[in-house]
Nanobody, 121 residues
Framework: QIQMAESGGGLVQAGGSLRLSCAAS????????MGWFRQAPGKEREFVAA????????AYADSVKGRFTISRDRTEDTVYLQMNSLKPEDTAVYYC??????????????WGQGTQVTVSS
């Protein structure tokens, strides 16, 4: 079992930046692929970004490519999502995911509780 706790969400103006963190505990964090998803009100949870357990490979949703960067610090058991050039449509609850790979919710095993990101226009 792995537990994750997201932080770093908040309110930001369009064009601004935020960095989300996901701190993991429990089983060996470094052995897991990690990802970020988001869910806006009334919408399905959607894939944002993912990084392999070694950090050698990353994947991004088309909607965030060039603006968001996923990274991980295996010594700190933390994964990050740097979000730049934020848009109002990025407003959502952002969830950290672990233990899978893919762009659908069912392909991931563990989930954090989420952190709210609100981008004002």
């Amino acid at each position: 079992q792995i537990q994750m706790a997201e932080s770093g969400g908040g309110l930001v103006q369009a064009g601004g930046s935020l960095r989300l963190s996901c701190a993991a505990s429990g089983r060996t964090f470094s052995a897991y692929n990690m990802g970020w998803f988001r869910q806006a009100p009334g919408k399905e949870r959607e894939f944002v970004a993912a990084i392999t357990w070694r950090g050698a490979s990353t994947a991004y949703a088309d909607s965030v490519k060039g603006r968001f960067t996923i990274s991980r610090d295996r010594t700190e058991d933390t994964v990050y999502l740097q979000m730049n050039s934020l848009k109002p449509e990025d407003t959502a609850v952002y969830y950290c995911a672990a233990g899978g790979w893919g762009t659908t919710r069912r392909e991931w095993d563990y989930w954090g509780q989420g952190t709210q990101v609100t981008v004002s226009s």
